[in-house]
């Protein structure tokens, strides 16, 4: 039995990353995973929250939202309603650990890394897309700041991936796209770093409770997808992540 | 090695239940998980969100916030802020997700139960302490519909409880306390349900990426411990679970 | 003719007081009046606003809010409306006024004490519990800050307590639980020290106007009740008052 | 011992009704009590908030507001914060229960009466000129309705007014302007009818505790006052008050 | 062909300045353009936006709101919607652009002048008789900074008015009423200085596009009319703008 | 003299237009005006405003944002600050008179169509740049309504597109690129219909008055190049514009 698209169930969709999109930002990236696509722009600001202040580490924070007609149907947008929709501010700080997992803060020093997340187009795991392609726009960023002399290497402990899962009419399914999402009894988002390492594990039972045993059929899909999205990484990156 | 409060560590803090704590509420319960202490009230109304209207179908749905001095420090109130906390935005999603996959909405029928989960004293696992404790609210809420004849038996599916865990210098340990938890190189929350079958599960490496052997360990801790609390509920609810 | 518990015109609704209710404020104290029960925690923050500043004295200020199902009805919270409620706006302003009567500001220095209440059930009369409350929450923190030698004696100029009463089918009564409250053709709070002086006085003809010898008989009533209700302050909180 | 202005303590300060002054609305007059000018504006909506309709009923709400340079600095509009004032939210509350006591809901039948009270210059005593000033909107904007037909009196069961008087340096003083207000120990608002029976009494002890007798001294300053403003009102609106 | 008021099509309406209407601004004036009527006061501020911190130059800015009443219908204040209506944002960027045109910033220093227009009753070309009378509360401003000794002749590079025009019913007209813009199929705002030089023109075609012949003729209605429009500002500024 | 991309004083920058540029919505174009790049998306709605209902007649209405690193700077998202941007309000209500300009409403029927114009790169032109491409977007969106049935041939009046252009150094440039932007003394910005007719004219003096000679010297460079876009329009949307 075929996917709609045609995928085998551990097959990640089409994945392109451009460095640069934008010319602005200090480091900025589309990335396309089928019709998703994303919009991500590094800034950097030389000033870190109140609470890092004196500390001599930077932070890394991330800000997700959609375009109105990102989505079939169209959505209001967040100022309209005064109110900073849910699944938005539970995603930004889902995108921003993940960031974070990957910086050696000390190394990055008291400035701030923003990565704006801004789905232009959605058709399922824009969570994730965001993830892997924020972490190209925050290398880039870095890298701006290796040129200028800040630092020799980029203060990275690593390259951090994430993608989505999901069991759909029984089956384990890797990188669900919107209409697959939409059926999922199991929904799981997993982000890792380049060792294979988990950063963050999100799995919900939104049709069905799961078993242990489909926990790790999903992550036995993800783990190799990740390698390889973290390979997609450093091609397009040109030698920038090793 | 022992924990700061002596426990073993796969041992839950004290746990009590508290039927009826609010007098209003259709359900209300108060939880103490050790020195945590969460007020639960469910609310029933007769009408559902526009995207259920004409379905047949019920809805729940849950709040989620922290009394200013539930801990240590004075947080200002949103209100004064005019923003939900980002925090309290992606809790009170996980509360209503695992709240939602116990209910069975078809026998609930067209009317919306809310779950507030107020926080008057944090030390720890607030999230977890909402789930565990909201659920029982809402069974109890559910009862009072079964004894006006609504229905004759509780429109659930099973019982739901949380717990999170943790690993702290190496060692994983079920049942953070606050002190634990800021200590967490990886922090983990599970939802599961009486079957073992898990809801929702939830972790960040915080402090470090963790490997897969990790996660099954903390899996193997939250078991039994979701078990032992599903208990806690029906003695607590006196025989309404069954 | 009974009133509908049973109460004397001039009696009270069993009052209790439990200080310490809440671990990590300064101050804290829970108050049940009847059903209508007040979380009140004082936070002690050592700066003082705009317009204190450089003074040499301090400041104290109050929040008042209700948990959803503090009621029979579930109100929306504030957050969700983006709107403090004008009633909480009100009620909070007139706690605040009430408590910075009883403090002598250069002797508490610059330093600024927040009373949050918080009604966690309502039967009637939560502003002035809230004030009878808050008053013990405030002692409380401010011994704490003799402990530490911030000061010899406590910075107050005496105590204070509120009490409600109204008249009711023509007659004058004292401490309106909500029902009585909900039948007041004329409706009174009085906020009193511990020599029976007048903090703050506010009465309003919801039902009728009212004559002023109807106002002199109100304030017969409430002049006792407040001097018993600061004898219970000074009971319960073990000698801290004189 | 004179006031700053020359008047005796039991003197009001030159009040001038100026009806029909905003051309649009069905009842407007902007009122001045020495410098302290409002526009009051009353508009008629043929429908009531929820929790009236069906009850044959009507409704009478005020909204108080302060141009930014009403008084000496400059406020930042509410917009620009985002929040309504805390005084003008208490404010408007009292407005709203003093001109609602006035009212016979009944007669008037299922419409809104919404009072707009627009201070533009601010010397002491805003909101008893709003409730003086927004009586006579009111009544004018009934009036135009009784021209309409709707019905053949006026639906008021009296007229109501309001005075400001407090004790300062130790004498009580009626009608505080700015500067007589800021020096006030005791602050008193006394809303009252034609008959001399209270609507609302609000008193504070900004400065100290006040004894009840000086709360029946303040009384009996407040009350031929406010007959004399009542006499105002009459002899302004021609005949429409009788 | 007459206008509704008898007005020729290039006539103004009867305009009316009051310097000095209300008593605590640094500036202020009521105007008058026929029952159009807008109280502007300016407001100076020894302190700069942070963008001119440091410049040694001077910033002007406005606000434009309605009261509630001031039209036919009453509109909800922007406070209840917690947003700032988007024509009031529009305009006051105007009346912003127009003033500041006006003002010699080096010559001011650094300090703000925010002049808050505030329309009282509205009959058309609120904004033109904004940024008229705006212009002379801006000047009586920098009169009392010229008394106090900060400069010797006023920071004023000139003098500003505007005036609205359009096309109804094929005619253009000039100072158009509310009648007339509802009817306009082109409506034209101008602002210039006193020597008949542009400082913001902005037309549309509300009802019909227009050729460049409509808005010459628009434009030889709107400059003499200016002209006589700051003849009227210097005449009731007594020879403070020469 | 040159510009400093090359331009002659009367040249457009290249245009670009890409319709279906996104896929979800009914009619989506990206428009690139040299580095200025704005996606815009025509949502169809089968209802209209209230005050359009009943009325047989539709409605446009356009909705304008930039990402926060459109620019050199990053901007706060209005949701961070709870405010819609001025200048966003201000140029949305601008694009959406535009582009109701061009509509035939009763032809429309009772639907809305909402135009959403977000500017990923923001190089000078922005709301040019969206009226331009918006009304490509609108024409798609009303294109598929006409395959469906809904009518024959389009209900446009005509075509609309827009330019700035501006007084830099003395000379009259069109199609400001943001550096002369930045540096112009006056700025036009020019909306016309595909017979030469103004829609809306919006000039400011920014850094100086302008003569009326100037104004007709801009309009004589924007008249040509709106006729140059216009094509483009017809060109890239394949006949559809006849």
Known sequence: MKRQDG??????????ITPG??????????ICCGDTKVICNATVEEEVPPFRKGSGKGWVTAEYAMLPRATNARSRRDISKLKLNGRSAE?????????????????????????DCDVIQADGGTRCASITGGFAALAL?????????????????????????????????????????????????????????VIEA??????????KAELDALYALAEPAIRR??????????GLLG
């Open 141 to 197: 960023a870095l890298d701006q700041l290796r040129r200028q002399g800040i630092f020799d290497k980029l203060p990275l402990t690593g390259c951090v991936a994430a993608v989505s899962c999901g069991i759909v009419e029984g089956r384990p399914l890797l990188d669900l796209c919107y209409a697959e999402d939409s059926a999922a009894q199991v929904d799981f988002n997993f982000v890792m770093d380049d060792q294979s390492r």
């Open 7 to 16: 995928r085998q169930p551990d097959q990640l969709r089409p994945i392109e």
């Open 91 to 115: 995603i930004q700080r889902l995108i921003g650990r993940a960031l974070r997992a990957a910086v050696d803060m000390k190394a990055l020093g008291e400035r701030t890394i923003t990565v």
């Open 229 to 238: 999205l973290i390979e997609i990484q450093k091609q397009t990156l040109g």
């Open 202 to 211: 999100q799995g919900t039972g939104e049709g069905r409770p799961f078993a």
């Open 21 to 30: 999109f934008i010319k602005y930002p200090e480091g900025s990236a589309l």
